[in-house]
């Protein structure tokens, strides 16, 4: 069985036969429309697989001829500067990407005025419509979506992550801005990528759909082989045929799958397994704990007690008197009414009694 990695044996002659059929149906095309004949129109590569993948997929692809030119539309966003408005960190970002030899003419969206100016949704709408590529600093790639809405991703203009930090910025915007991304989707077989445009000559087109192929076909979660049919066209051409795989490769693909789902039912097993005794462990571990607690618990030893029980004092029910109750007004009138004010005399003695005679 082939290796998940396998790349594509794509014919460079049907290439270059299918790159010269679509530039001279653009150039009949822009003969009897004259209005789109400065116009450089975007070429593709569309893919058909075999089998619809299970997981999205994002490729990025470098190409070894840009697809924009130095003034094109690329917006990017920044983190907010500490201590500086947002005018002043368009400037500080500006001055930081000429100082790191950035050719390409970006503008510069601190993140502040992302969430002020474009919060409607038609401001949204036209600032979509006004860049062809979008970076972000790879510092608030996380905060981005809740911001600039679903339409940046439905129109597959999400924004790709960069390091501003980085030593190589200039190497990295490069191919960032001259390369291209490929989005695989989990809801069908087919998706399509950038790979040229007609203002570009033959050769480097060809150069540029045989290293989208070789990419694509290396970097793909599935093998190599789940690429059925890849056409190449235009926006107003038809399709042309550039690769068509061999039924053999069907069957790779089913071995593949097959191979994988034997993997993960193995490791599912495994875990399953491990799951099983550690609870074993438990259950055993728990088990000892109780035979310890009652090996440590002591016997109970009967306590003697006495024959005779001793008599209990009892009280007579003659010794028991009943007392009356006081009325709660009658009493309280004939206790005031018996009551009789008393003085106290003082005692006279013997002595006393002498006292007086003398004195008289």
């Known amino acids: 069985m082939e290796s998940p990695r396998d790349e594509l044996d794509l014919d460079r002659s049907q ?34 697989q075999w089998k619809i993948p299970r997981k999205e997929q994002t490729i990025r692809i470098s190409l070894p001829h840009g697809l924009r030119t130095e003034s094109g539309d690329v917006c990017l966003f920044t983190r907010d500067e500490p201590r500086m408005t947002s005018e002043q960190t368009v400037r500080f970002y500006n001055k930081l990407l000429t100082e790191r030899g950035v050719k390409n003419a970006i503008e510069v969206i601190p993140f502040n005025m992302l969430k002020t ?25 996380r905060r981005l979506p809740t911001h600039i809405g679903k ?45 040229a445009h007609s203002g570009m000559t033959a050769d480097e087109m060809v150069e540029n759909v045989m290293t989208a192929v070789s990419t694509i076909s290396a970097k793909l979660a599935m093998t190599g082989k789940n690429i059925k049919i890849i056409h190449l066209k235009s926006q107003t051409s038809v399709a042309l045929p550039v690769y068509t795989s061999d039924l053999s490769h069907l069957a790779v693909v089913e071995e593949a799958r097959k191979k994988a789902r034997l993997t993960k039912g193995a490791k599912k097993r495994k875990r399953e397994n491990k799951n099983t005794e550690v609870s074993d462990l438990k259950t055993k ?44 007004g009658k009493g309280l009138k004939k206790t005031v009414k018996d009551t009789k004010l008393t003085k106290k005399t003082p005692k006279v003695t013997a002595r006393d009694l002498k006292r007086k005679a003398k004195n008289k």
């Not at 036209?126 to 972000?136: I, K, Y």
């Not at 001259?178 to 077989?189: D, Y």
């Open 285 to 328: 571990e728990t088990e000892e704990e109780k035979d310890s607690i009652e090996e440590e618990i002591p016997q109970l030893v009967p306590i003697e007690m006495p024959t005779k029980k001793p008599k209990q004092e009892t009280i007579s029910k003659k010794g028991l008197k009943k007392v009356p109750k006081p009325a709660a």
């Open 151 to 195: 339409h940046f991703y439905e129109r597959k203009k999400a924004p790709l992550s960069v390091d501003l930090e980085s030593k190589h910025l200039a190497r990295d915007m490069e191919r960032l801005i001259q390369g291209t991304s490929l989005t695989v989707s989990n809801k069908g077989s087919c998706c399509m990528v950038r790979v």
């Open 15 to 48: 290439v270059t036969k299918a790159v010269q059929a679509l530039q001279a149906c653009l150039k009949s095309s822009s003969s009897s429309q004259k209005l789109f004949e400065n116009d450089n129109q975007a070429i593709s590569l569309l893919l058909t």
């Open 117 to 141: 100016e474009y919060k409607p949704f038609e401001a949204k709408r036209r600032l979509l419509g006004n860049f062809d590529l979008f970076l972000s600093d790879a510092r608030i790639r």
